[in-house]
């Protein structure tokens, strides 16, 4: 008996898949049976994710992608069509950000924010289903990677904050939308994790306060995200849409 959690003769599209959280899923989906189609700008690390689930017996290609271009997006989508079949889950990842309090950001920082967070995944998505009603197919997942971050304030990260609660809201309207076609559209919210980025600030005493908000009194790693990444795109979550899941180590709750 195939687990729930199975994803054989699936096609997974995740962009910004080259490192980080992107890289981790790509390899996660691919274990579980998926073939993984890998799109972003830098196709330098996205060979070496790719490289990675080939070395693990998996099968994916890599893509160019931006997000933010429309006919670039119109074009990758048709290029993994043709290659490896129709896309079953969408696993919009890429992401950028940009840091200062909302009056010091320029109108050039909002529009480099909010166009890959939240008009990149909207103008993907919306695409994809076009092309999936055109030949009238049913069923597909959406995962939106949004972030605590839209969840709570935070002081000098301002127009990210603002972008990945847009996103939060734009997977309950996608949800809303799109249940009639069976498209289920769904959100994961990480806390901080260890990342290439950060890891010198979290390795350093400098991370002590905010750790010791966190009332796991830890950060998160890559691999605790496999859970609710495999529950919301495979049968586990048949019933599941329109959600955020929150995986922080409990980093939003307060005491009163």
């Known amino acids: 008996m195939k687990s729930i959690f199975n994803l054989d003769g699936k ?25 993984v189609a890998l799109a972003a700008r830098r196709k330098d690390k996205l060979r070496e994710t790719e490289g990675l689930i080939k070395d693990s017996g998996g099968v994916a290609e890599i893509y160019d992608l931006d997000v933010s271009n429309e006919n670039n997006v119109k074009s990758c989508l048709n290029s993994i069509i043709t290659s490896m079949g129709e896309i079953d ?8 950000t940009t840091v200062g309090s909302i009056d010091g950001t320029t109108s050039d920082e909002w529009d480099l924010v909010i166009n890959t967070n939240l008009r990149g995944p909207w103008f993907l998505a919306k695409e994809w289903v ?12 959406v995962l939106n990677i949004s972030s605590i971050c839209g969840e709570a304030a935070q ?15 734009l997977t309950r309207q996608m949800a809303l939308e799109w249940a009639k076609y069976s498209i289920r559209v769904n959100a994961l919210a990480p806390g ?8 010198d600030f979290i390795d350093s005493d400098l991370s002590n306060d905010m750790i010791n908000r966190i009332p ?6 890559f ?5 609710p990444l495999l529950l919301l795109v495979s049968d586990a979550g048949s019933y599941i849409t329109g959600e955020t899941i929150i995986a922080d180590g409990g980093h939003l709750l307060r005491e009163i």
């Open 155 to 169: 002081k000098g990260n301002g127009v990210y904050c603002v972008s990945k609660a847009g996103l939060s809201h």
């Open 223 to 227: 691999s605790e995200m496999d859970g």
């Open 11 to 35: 096609v997974a599209l995740v962009t910004g898949g080259g490192s980080g959280l992107g890289a981790s899923m790509a390899l996660t989906l691919s274990k579980s049976g998926a073939k």
């Open 130 to 141: 076009a092309s999936r009603r055109k030949k009238n197919i049913k069923g597909g997942n």
């Open 216 to 221: 796991m009194r830890r950060v998160g790693d």
């Open 192 to 199: 901080y994790m260890r990342s290439d980025i950060n890891k």
């Open 89 to 96: 889950i969408l696993v919009n990842n890429a992401g950028t």
